[in-house]
């Protein structure tokens, strides 16, 4: 989700690629009989979403997207960097709200209650970057 930080600033395009996001998630809902791959893509769009309203810094909105993902996590392939993603931008939120031992369980929660996850070194990375950032908070 790194590549949503080019467009952190400019809200107009955050809302133009949410609108586009709503539409396809909607689009999904409506269309999804005898798609297996259906809860996947939904979490997937849902992830996007909550992305985006946390750069629109409509953080409960967020929140709400990624506890839809969290709960769905048996659903998605056993693979799924859905749900450890999920914890760890709901754990980004809370650290930007300097809500330190909040941010800190969710990123325990997607460091420790998931493995072997498709990119999950890539997210390793992202969580340590945020530990690191929760460390400076003490000082």
């Not at 107009?12 to 009989?33: E, G, M, P, S, Y």
């Not at 709960?71 to 300097?98: C, M, R, V, W």
């Not at 070194?121 to 950032?133: D, E, V």
């Amino acid at each position: 989700m790194n590549g949503f930080y080019i467009l952190a600033h400019d809200s107009k395009r955050l809302n133009v690629t949410l609108d586009i996001v709503n539409n396809a998630l909607n689009d999904l809902v409506i269309h999804h009989l005898n798609d297996r791959f259906y809860v996947d893509s939904y979490g997937s769009g849902l992830l996007l979403r909550g992305v985006l309203l946390h750069f629109l810094r409509r953080y409960d909105e967020a929140h709400e997207a990624f506890d839809e993902i969290i709960h769905l996590a048996k659903q998605f392939d056993t693979k799924s960097f859905l749900a450890p993603n999920a914890l760890l931008e709901k754990g980004l939120i809370y650290l930007n709200l300097k809500q330190k031992q909040k941010a800190i369980e969710y990123l325990h929660k997607s460091l420790n209650d998931y493995k072997g996850y498709q990119l999950e070194s890539r997210l390793q990375f992202r969580i340590n970057a945020a530990m690191l950032t929760v460390k400076q908070m003490d000082n």
